[in-house]
């Protein structure tokens, strides 16, 4: 994969209205949202990972879960932490997280596909160590067919998220979505919903 020209996420976080950025969306994910319904989810620990405006960490809450949300901008973290909301907003790094777990679920829509590949086998490996046995990532990525925004995020096929995330996960489903946002159209997605495996 050719390298990608990534932002400075916290200058952006300081200079740009959270309601401007690309991946900006109030509502809940619509995949999060059908992923939880479908299982009867509604309580237990969620990380909310790159939680960047803090919408999907508040929806979390407001339907019922216990919810802590990272970032890796101080800007994003100290505009959220103004917010009254039951959210425990921390800036974390998750590739040097200090985060305690473990959580049920975790949720990233749109950390991953921003790393660096070299970085990947650490990220996976953190996210395994943070969630609780049996527990859920729910990860949503740029896909491969995403052609109209020629920079960002890296592109994966759904056999790259499987080799990624193996052995550390038993992959659920991966599914052709889409991002939600400011950018039209919308942006082309793979959502992936995956459990933790016992090592």
Known sequence: MLP?????????????????????????????????????????????????????????????????????????????????????????????????????????????????????TNYVRTVHSLLADDGILFLKTFSHHETNVIHGPYRFTPEEIRSALAPHFKIDSIVESEFNGTLKPNPKALFTVAVKTKR
């Open 4 to 120: 990608r020209e990534l932002p400075n996420w916290n200058e952006l976080y300081k200079t740009i209205p959270v309601e401007e950025m690309p991946w900006f969306s109030q509502e809940l994910d619509h995949d999060l949202a059908a992923q939880l319904t479908q299982r009867k989810l509604s309580s237990g620990r969620f990380l909310d990972i790159g939680t960047g405006p803090g919408t999907q960490a508040i929806a979390l809450a407001q339907r019922g879960f216990t919810v802590t949300a990272t970032d890796v901008s101080e800007a994003a973290i100290h505009r959220l932490q103004q917010i009254k909301t039951p959210v425990t907003f921390v800036q974390d790094d998750i590739l040097h997280s200090t985060v305690r777990g473990p959580f049920d679920f975790i949720f990233d829509r749109g950390c991953f596909h921003v790393l660096d590949p070299k970085d990947w």
